[in-house]
């Protein structure tokens, strides 16, 4: 319970950022992992993102509607695509990363970047050992 009261307390300081925008939380981090790598394969999209494959085709459907990313099909295989932002998609990354930065500074500033970089440090160590608890 305690993580999932930490994640819900460090969202409600990103999301009314994220709605003036029109975006979810997990529209935001599909923009955000394309504007770090263009052109990625849906499949390695999700794990980038964290998102289950359903989840994901919802939120590529509904950006390509928007005309914030666009699909091209990969040459070998034309049943594979990747994703890529288009340059409004490019656009709204501009508009809403530095108030996601600000927002991270915000919460360097109140919590210590110290205390930041152990709690940072420790969950990379629960995520390794979970994971390796399920090999």
Not at 2 to 21: C, D, G, N, W
Not at 28 to 35: G, T
Not at 48 to 75: F, G, Q, W, Y
Request: with cysteine; net charge neutral.
């Amino acid at each position: 319970m305690t993580l999932l009261q930490t994640r819900e307390a460090v969202m409600k300081k990103f999301i009314p950022s994220l709605k003036e925008h029109g975006l979810t939380p997990q529209q935001w981090r599909v923009i955000r992992a394309l504007e770090h790598e263009s052109g990625l394969e849906i499949s390695t999209l999700a794990e980038r993102c964290h998102l289950l494959m359903p989840s994901l085709s919802r939120i590529i459907n509904h950006l390509d509607k928007e005309a914030l990313i666009k699909r091209k099909t990969v040459d070998s295989d034309q049943r594979r695509s990747k994703i890529f932002l288009t340059e409004l998609g490019l656009e709204l990354f501009a508009k809403v990363a530095p108030k996601s930065a600000e927002r991270y500074a915000y919460i360097e500033e109140k919590y210590g970047v110290r205390k930041l970089e152990l709690l940072y440090e420790l969950l990379d160590d629960l995520i390794k050992t979970l994971e390796e608890s399920n090999t």
